[in-house]
């Protein structure tokens, strides 16, 4: 009974962390016209300009932020986080820099350079 439970335990760390693992590595995309800038999978570009992306995410919270699997990926791709402002984030890598607002379920990635 107890080598069951430990089977059983075992498997359910090992599904989720798979599950994560699915969730936070394949969620996101790079965009070259934002210098390989992460963006959600999932979120639908709603507005496009030259320095400007739009998107509508229903992960976006203004009061949170991007959720922690996000940040988790930005940091993993070399973004270095610059500064945070009510729900602007700015973010670094080399000498690119990008913005990103983020409002319920709206998400604005601007490009500073």
């Not at 995309?29 to 400007?52: C, G, M, Q, W």
């Not at 610059?82 to 601007?110: A, F, M, P, V, W």
């Amino acid at each position: 009974m107890r080598k069951k439970a430990i089977w059983l335990v075992s498997a359910i760390v090992v599904v989720c962390g798979l599950f994560f693992y699915h969730q936070t590595y394949f969620s996101y995309k790079t965009l070259n016209e934002l210098h390989h800038f992460p963006v959600p999978r999932y979120a639908k570009l709603v507005d496009k300009s030259n320095i400007a992306y739009g998107f509508n995410w229903p992960q976006a919270k203004e009061e949170d932020g991007i959720p922690y699997g996000y940040k988790f990926i930005l940091k993993r791709n070399g973004w270095v986080q610059t500064l945070r402002e009510g729900s602007l984030t700015e973010y670094q890598k080399g000498d690119h820099r990008i913005s990103l607002i983020c409002t319920n379920q709206y998400l604005k990635i601007l490009l500073q350079t």
